[in-house]
Nanobody, 124 residues
């Protein structure tokens, strides 16, 4: 059974930074596409960013492009999300997800495993 565990969330002021981590256990996910989604209050879960198994390709939602950076460490089976210039609208629960098929997709249905989420709150 695969488990994804996120960490690194918290409360930060507008313009601040946070780094989220997602650690996988139970199965190697070095060949899986990894992604971050978020669910803002009262909204549906949405795609934030994804990274290919090799790390060579990535995709970002327009709302976070140039502010967020995804990376992965296949030796540790971990994926990271560096978030800079945080804004109040970034306040959400952030989820790590893994997709065993190839390619980066933006739909939640394309992912096989999910973490429990970590809260990110940005104060104005």
């Amino acid at each position: 059974q695969v488990q994804l565990v996120e960490s690194g969330g918290g409360l930060v002021q507008t313009g601040g930074s946070l780094r989220l981590s997602c650690a996988a256990s139970g199965r190697t996910l070095s060949r899986a596409t990894m992604a971050w989604f978020r669910q803002r209050p009262g909204k549906e879960r949405e795609f934030v960013t994804g990274i290919s198994s090799s790390g060579a390709m990535n995709d970002y939602a327009d709302s976070v492009k140039d502010r967020f950076t995804i990376s992965r460490d296949n030796a540790k089976t971990a994926v990271y999300l560096q978030m800079n210039s945080l804004q109040p609208e970034d306040t959400a629960v952030y989820y790590c997800a893994a997709r065993t098929l190839g390619g980066i997709v933006r739909s939640t249905t394309g992912y096989d495993y999910w973490g429990q989420g970590t809260q990110v709150s940005v104060s104005s």
